[in-house]
Structures are given as structure tokens and as C-alpha cells.
């Protein structure tokens, strides 16, 4: 039997999935990072992919025909000519680049370029080509030869070619998803000769390198295919397969994904769109979410308190939930206050309000998607940890108007590992 492995690289830790051909899933683990220092993080994840493939049970690991990473969008490494890092990685939250991020506005400001793309993906202090304009400015630059994402470069220690990243990535560095090229004002910048070659997501890039093949004990043609972003495993592992259908993820913030067969983007709401082969994944994101209800309950509360909620009846409470001032989607308002009163006696009608009102704006979220040209809303599958709250699914689904399903697979190692199986419709035509 064949077997195809995909692998998650996450802020926490990394997980892994194997399935067989029929995308059943045969095993899984995972391994935490731990606290390291900056300049430990690259030997950390290079150690946790190789314990990873290693832990595999011998027979699914001879059987490997295919391997695909995901990592955190715009957490991104600068390497020398033989791939190894000069400078210890950024991590996708780190904005120390901000400086550089004016540098962009400017260039981007010049006459010829008025009409060139300038969405909020890279105007940014934490986007990718914003961190590779900031490292542009340090001494170090002078050793690099390529910029690679984490996914790409857990790869390349794989397959051992540097340089490759997929269209997900890349989406952060300028890449042009429509065009499916570097834009004319990015490859004019002087870090353009690093820049990596892009390819569609699961495009086999090569097999896996000799002595890493003997060290884990994995078959010399086992392909190493190009990856993904960890949010997009995560929707490829939820089920969603035609337009019309969406995650939703339940976790710190909501996150709103909708596949659409028309691609939408509006800076103002902080809206972008991935490309899914001819296809679109509409995104955005509120900054309410399980944040807030942990500033108010414990996961105990919360469970035993959302089983007493009267979900037939909607709440009167209407609240605009927050843990600080500030909406971007689906309210534009940097100066948007939490509301969180009245604030009633009874805790259960307190979450009850706090449920309702989140659902509220994710029905919201959708109708604004949809307004601004996205694909009709047709069903919602669910990720994060609030996927488990019965109540709150049902008080979603009543203001969807639409069915609510959990993810049929909750981590996105499984979604990753559908990449390596070549079923999915991403690829297109790309400048390798």
C-alpha cells in the first residue's frame, strides 16, 4: 500500500497526519516546541520534522509515496546558498519590521505604480515582504541568497532544492495570485534576486533527498510536494469542496473563510482572497471570539453554562463583544468600543447574550462577503475550539439560515496530507 503524509507547523507545536489513498487516515501525532530562544527556532522545527517522520510506524513509513508541509503564514527564514538561515526566522506576528513597511508605501506611491496592487496582505508591518525589506537593511544580507517561508524551508530539508514556495505563501510577499507572477513593481525592488520560485500547492517539487530517505527510512521515490499555509490545510481538512461553502473558525478571534468562484478584495474591511486552483478563498476576520468568553468563564462555566442556554429563544441582549476598542471586519470602526451591557445578574443569560451576539456578526461577516461579490453562503463548517459548543451551533445556524457542521477532520496535518494525493483542484501554471 501507498501513504501519504502531511505536516502542520503551528505556533504551539507541530502535528502530523498519514492517509491512504482513499484520504482515510491511518495516523497522527503531534509535538510541542516548548520555549526556545530566536536563535534556536529553526533547529527546533528542523529536529521536530525529522522526530516526526521518524515516529511514523515502520510499515506507513516504507509505504510513503508523498510528504507536504504547512506552516504559519509570513513566518519567514533568509538563507545563505546552501539554505541554511543568517538570521534566526521572523515569526508571523513579529512587526520589528515596521520601519520598512513606509519604505513600501513610498515606492509603491510613485506615478507609474498608482494602479499597482497595494491590498493590505503587504502592507503590513508582519507581511512577508515587509520582513524581507527590513532584512534587506542588516549587515547579514550581504550571505543571503534565498528568503523562504517555514513551510518552504522544511521542505527544502527534504527535497533539498531552496528557493521554491507555493502560491498560498507567497500571497504575503506581492506574489500576483491572478497573474500568477511576480508583479512588475515587486521584481524591480533590489531583494528580487532572492525571491523564490512559485508553484501551485501540492505541485510535486522533487524526491526526497538520499540521506534523508536512509536516516528515516523512507522509499528513495517518496515525493516531496510543494505546501500550503496552515489556516488553508485547516479549511482543505474541513470538508468545504464547492463554492458556497465556509469555515468559520471559533477560536481567540472569528475567522471566516468562504469559497467563492469570484475573488473579492477590499482593504477597507481587511478582506483578501487565496486562490483554490480556479477558485477563491474569500477571508476575514472579526477580533471578537473566545477571547472574551474566557475573560468571563472558565472552560467548566462555559460548558455547563451553554447546556442551560434556551437556544429556541433569542436573547434581548445586544452586545458588540471585545476585549479592547477597535473592529475591522465586518465593522470598520478602529475606534469601536466593547459593549458588554447591561450585563445581567444571571450568568446564563450573560453567555446566552455573549453567543448570540458573536453569531450576529458572523451572519454579518457572511452577508457582507456575499454584498461585496462572493459566492452565496450555502454552508458553514466549523474549526476551533468553539466547534464544540452545541448551544452556540445552534444559535449560528439560526442566524445563517444555512446548515452548520463541524470540520470532518480538525487538524490541518490531514488537510495537508490531501495536497500530496494531487485530487485537489489548485494547480495552475507557475513561473518555475
Excluded at 50 to 74: E, K
Excluded at 110 to 119: D, F, I, K, M, V
Excluded at 368 to 396: C, D, I, K, M
Aim: hydrophobic letters at 40%; glycine letters at 8%; proline letters at 7%.
Amino acid at each position: 500500500m501507498t501513504f501519504y503524509a502531511g505536516i502542520d507547523f503551528g505556533t504551539s507545536g507541530a502535528r502530523i497526519a498519514v492517509i491512504d489513498a482513499h484520504a482515510t487516515l491511518c495516523y497522527q501525532s503531534s509535538r510541542t516546541f516548548g520555549t526556545v530562544a530566536d536563535t534556536a527556532l529553526a533547529d527546533g522545527w528542523r529536529e521536530t520534522l525529522f522526530s516526526l517522520l521518524g515516529d511514523i510506524d515502520r510499515p506507513l513509513r516504507q509505504g510513503l509515496s508523498a510528504i507536504a508541509v504547512n506552516g504559519t503564514s509570513a513566518t519567514v527564514l533568509l538563507c545563505d546558498s546552501a539554505g541554511n538561515p543568517v538570521l534566526p526566522p521572523l515569526l508571523y506576528n513579529d512587526a520589528r519590521a515596521a520601519s520598512a513597511l513606509e519604505t513600501l508605501r513610498q515606492w509603491l506611491a510613485q506615478e507609474r505604480y498608482l494602479n499597482a496592487p497595494s491590498s493590505q496582505t503587504v502592507l503590513s508591518a508582519t507581511s512577508s515582504l515587509v520582513k524581507l525589506l527590513w532584512w534587506s537593511q542588516q549587515p547579514a544580507f550581504e550571505q543571503a541568497r534565498y528568503f523562504m517561508h517555514q513551510a518552504d524551508w522544511l521542505s527544502f530539508l527534504l527535497h533539498g532544492q531552496p528557493g521554491i514556495s507555493d502560491y498560498h505563501n507567497s500571497l504575503k510577499l506581492g506574489y500576483d495570485v491572478v497573474q500568477l507572477r511576480y508583479p512588475e513593481w515587486l521584481t524591480e525592488l533590489s531583494i528580487a534576486p532572492v525571491l523564490p520560485d512559485v508553484v501551485a500547492p501540492g505541485t510535486p517539487i522533487g524526491y526526497v533527498q538520499p540521506a534523508v530517505a536512509t536516516h528515516l527510512g523512507i522509499p528513495a521515490h517518496c515525493q516531496v510536494c510543494a505546501g500550503t499555509t496552515d489556516s488553508i490545510a485547516a479549511l482543505l481538512a474541513s470538508g468545504a469542496m464547492v463554492p458556497g461553502d465556509a469555515v468559520t473558525s471559533l477560536g481567540s478571534t472569528l475567522v471566516l473563510k468562504l469559497l467563492s468562484q469570484t475573488r473579492v478584495e477590499n482593504n477597507t474591511y481587511g478582506i483578501y482572497s487565496h486562490r483554490l486552483g480556479d477558485r477563491w478563498l474569500v477571508g476575514g476576520a472579526s477580533n471578537t471570539g473566545g477571547a472574551v468568553l474566557q475573560q468571563f468563564f472558565s472552560p467548566a462555566e462555559l460548558a455547563a453554562l451553554s447546556d442551560r442556554i434556551p437556544t429556541e429563544q433569542p436573547s434581548t441582549l445586544d452586545y458588540y463583544p471585545l476585549l479592547q476598542p477597535g473592529e475591522r471586519f465586518p465593522t470598520n470602526d478602529p475606534q469601536l468600543l466593547p459593549r458588554l451591557e447591561p450585563r445581567p445578574a444571571d450568568r446564563v443569560a450573560f453567555l446566552h447574550g455573549l453567543l448570540e451576539s458573536m453569531s450576529r456578526i458572523e451572519a454579518e461577516g457572511y452577508r457582507l462577503l456575499q454584498t461585496l461579490g462572493a459566492t452565496p453562503l450555502t454552508r458553514v463548517f466549523t474549526a476551533g475550539g468553539g466547534a464544540q459548543n452545541a448551544a452556540w451551533t445552534t444559535l449560528r445556524s439560526r442566524h445563517l439560515g444555512v446548515p452548520v457542521e463541524r470540520s470532518q477532520q480538525p487538524e490541518a496535518a490531514y488537510g495537508t496530507a490531501l495536497l500530496t494525493l494531487g485530487t485537489l483542484p489548485l494547480n495552475c501554471s507557475s513561473n518555475l
